[in-house]
Nanobody, 126 residues
């Protein structure tokens, strides 16, 4: 009965910033890793950022240098800080959690995650 609840999406101008949150409900947050994926209309869902239980992070090429993933175990929450947003960042953003330890390569793929949030819309205008 684990649920991931995303929040923080909305409309923002190009060059602006936005912070997404993902709260794990019904769990002690004992996950091997959590990640953020996004899906634009007509496109495949793709990984944006990943963070492991030990705090190791990884980013897609488009996110690197602009986005930061972080976790707050006290609040059972994972965040995605997005800066210098571009029109191509427009998408529905999904939070995901993996129970078992995986390589960073596998954590870039959807099939290795066990739980998914409902998604939060991010629209970047220009």
């Amino acid at each position: 009965q684990v649920q991931l609840v995303e929040s923080g999406g909305g409309l923002v101008q190009a060059g602006g910033s936005l912070r997404l949150s993902c709260a794990a409900v019904g769990s002690s947050f004992s996950f091997a890793a959590m990640g953020w994926f996004r899906q634009a209309p007509g496109k495949q869902r793709e990984v944006v950022a990943v963070i492991t239980r030990g705090g190791i992070t990884n980013y897609s090429d488009s996110a690197k240098g602009r986005f930061t993933i972080a976790s707050d175990n006290a609040k059972n929450t994972v965040y995605l800080q997005m800066n210098d947003l571009k029109s191509e960042d427009t998408a529905v953003y999904y939070c995901a959690a993996a129970r078992e330890d995986q390589t960073m390569y596998r954590l870039s793929q959807r099939r290795w995650y066990d739980f998914w949030g409902q998604g939060t819309q991010v629209i970047v205008s220009s």
